[in-house]
């Protein structure tokens, strides 16, 4: 079955950095877009950032253009999420997604805290 598992979460300070990381299994990873959802508290879960299936294609919300940069590696079946320049607005539980025929699956999210 579908699993996606992120890593790499935790507290950082403004201007900071993290990668975040999602190992995928179950499926044929180097056939479909992965993303990056974030839901912060008391929003809507939103689109951060989504990358093709072999990587040569990337888009990304407004919000953390420039300041974050998606990527994969199909050998390991991992997609990241660098995040540079954070800012507190950032502070939210970041999830990895794979939009299948079967449905959208997700991972349980790993906790980005952005404060001083």
């Known amino acids: 079955q579908v699993q996606l598992v992120e890593s790499g979460g935790g507290l950082v300070q403004p201007g900071g950095s993290l990668r975040l990381s999602c190992a995928a299994s179950g499926f044929t990873f180097s056939a479909y877009v992965m993303s990056w959802y974030r839901q912060a508290p008391g929003k809507e879960r939103e689109l951060v950032a989504f990358i093709s299936s072999t990587g040569s294609g990337t888009n990304y919300a407004d919000s953390v253009k420039g300041r974050f940069t998606i990527a994969r590696d199909n050998a390991k079946n991992t997609v990241y999420l660098q995040m540079n320049s954070l800012k507190p607005e950032d502070t939210a539980v970041y999830y990895c997604?794979?939009?299948?025929?079967?449905?959208?699956?997700w991972g349980k999210g790993t906790l980005v805290t952005v404060s001083s």
């Open positions: 997604n794979v939009r299948k025929i079967t449905g959208d699956y």
